[in-house]
């Protein structure tokens, strides 16, 4: 999951690709570079023989302010090598207060760090 997730904070559409089990991978696939990705939190996984599960929250900061993703995604093993299979997302605004941790990451305070951009 941490490797698709960069994938995506890079840019990388090749190992995106190569990552999605060619059953379910798209025929093309363009990441959207307008979108920086901030942070991931793995909220669970689990593995059952060569099913695995993973239930995640990415940040996003976008032209208008921050997402979140919140997605429950499942992969299967084949000759020892994880594959993206699909998912069930959700994504959703994301408002931080004044006095929260600033989403992208900087370890300030929101207001004194990306609501000042916002302005």
């Given at each position: 999951m941490?490797?698709?997730?960069?994938?995506?904070?890079?840019?990388?559409?090749?190992?995106?690709k190569a990552s999605?089990?060619?059953?379910?991978?798209?025929?093309?696939?363009?990441?959207?570079?307008?979108?920086?990705?901030?942070?991931?939190?793995v909220l669970g996984s689990g593995v059952q023989g060569d099913q695995g599960w993973v239930h995640f929250h990415a940040v996003a900061r976008e032209a208008d302010g921050f997402v979140v993703l919140e997605e429950r995604s499942r992969f299967v093993a084949e000759s020892g090598r994880w594959f993206y299979l699909n998912g069930e997302h959700e994504i959703r605004p994301l408002k931080p207060g004044r006095n929260d941790p600033c989403p992208c990451g900087s370890g300030k305070k929101f207001k004194k760090c990306c609501a000042v951009r916002n302005v």
């Open positions: 941490r490797s698709r997730y960069s994938a995506f904070v890079l840019n990388d559409t090749a190992y995106a999605w089990h060619p059953a379910t991978r798209p025929a093309s696939l363009t990441l959207d570079d307008g979108e920086q990705w901030c942070a991931l939190r």
